[in-house]
Nanobody, 115 residues
Framework: QVQLVESGGGAVQAGGSLKLSCSAS????????RGWYRQDPGKHREPVAT???????NYKDSVWGRFTISRDNAKNTVYLQMNSLKPEDTAIYYC?????????WGQGTQVTVSS
């Protein structure tokens, strides 16, 4: 099994930056892809950025050029650097890990951007 622990998040003003971290433990060698998703209350959870084991990266169109997903394989940690934050980026951010046939989610962390 894989366990995920998120950190980071918080409240910032528009234009500010935040960095989220997601550390994995357990069967990390089975992880095929990692990602960051976000969810507003009453809305579906949507992908923000994903990275595969091979290094392929995808971003949600609205965060392209502002957010950067990266990883430290030695620490089994994935990061989401968020710059030029906008009020519409406000949401609960979740990391996940795809391993074998399973999808594991982190506990979520709140990001609030005020105008």
């Amino acid at each position: 099994q894989v366990q995920l622990v998120e950190s980071g998040g918080g409240a910032v003003q528009a234009g500010g930056s935040l960095k989220l971290s997601c550390s994995a433990s357990g069967s990390t060698g089975d992880i095929r892809a990692r990602g960051w998703y976000r969810q507003d209350p009453g809305k579906h959870r949507e992908p923000v950025a994903t990275i595969t084991r091979g290094g392929d990266i995808n971003y949600k169109d609205s965060v392209w050029g502002r957010f950067t997903i990266s990883r430290d394989n030695a620490k089994n940690t994935v990061y989401l650097q968020m710059n030029s934050l906008k009020p519409e980026d406000t949401a609960i951010y979740y990391c996940n890990a795809l391993y074998n046939i399973y999808l594991k989610w982190g506990q979520g962390t709140q990001v609030t951007v005020s105008s």
